[in-house]
C-alpha cells in the first residue's frame, strides 16, 4: 500500500506545496502543459516522498574509507543523493527550468521502483486536469502539517486555495 498510495500522494502534495509559493510556474505550467512532466521529476528529486531505503550489502564495499562488509545493513538516503551539489547547482532549489537529470527518488538499477511509471502517470494525470482547471494556486490561510516519519516525506494536511 505504501508503494502504491502513499509515495505518489505525497509527490503531489509535495508538489502543490512547491506551486503554491510559485505562482510563475503555475503559469508556465498553464502556458506549457508539457512543463508538468519536468515539474514532476524535480519534485521527485528535490522533495522525495522517499527519502530513504535499507539494503543489505551484497559484497565488501569501500564507501568514503570505511568498509561496509557482505551482509552489514545499510541505509541509501535518497533525498540526500537527490541533492548532490557535485551533480546539480543550487541543488537544493526547485526549478522548472532545470534540465531533466537522472535523480534516484525511485531507486537505482535492480532496486529501481516497478511502479514508477505508475506513479509518473498518475501525477501527470492530476496536475494536468487541475492546471487546466485552476487560473491559480496559492498556499493556505495555515501552513500544511508534515508526516511525522524519517522514511515519507509529505503532508497530512496541506491547505492550499485554487483559483
Not at 57 to 76: F, P, S, W
Not at 117 to 132: G, I, N, T, Y
Amino acid at each position: 500500500m505504501i508503494a502504491g498510495n502513499e509515495t505518489t500522494t505525497n509527490l503531489l502534495g509535495n508538489l502543490l506545496n512547491r506551486l503554491a509559493s510559485a505562482p510563475d510556474d503555475w503559469a508556465a505550467m498553464r502556458a506549457d502543459p508539457a512543463l508538468i512532466e519536468r515539474a514532476i521529476e524535480e519534485s521527485l528529486r528535490v522533495d522525495s516522498p522517499a527519502q530513504m531505503v535499507m539494503r543489505r550489502a551484497k559484497e565488501d564495499a569501500l564507501v568514503g574509507g570505511r568498509t561496509i562488509e557482505a551482509g552489514e545493513m545499510v541505509m541509501v538516503y535518497l533525498a540526500s543523493a537527490n541533492r548532490d551539489p557535485d551533480k546539480w547547482s543550487e541543488a537544493a532549489d526547485f526549478e522548472l527550468a532545470r534540465e531533466r537529470e537522472r535523480h534516484l527518488a525511485f531507486g537505482h538499477g535492480v532496486h529501481t521502483c516497478i511502479g514508477a511509471p505508475l506513479a509518473r502517470m498518475e501525477a501527470k494525470a492530476a496536475m494536468s486536469a487541475l492546471v487546466a482547471r485552476f487560473a491559480t494556486l496559492k498556499p493556505g490561510a495555515a501552513p500544511g502539517t508534515r508526516l511525522l516519519t524519517g522514511i515519507l516525506f509529505g503532508f497530512r494536511a496541506l491547505p492550499v486555495v485554487f483559483g
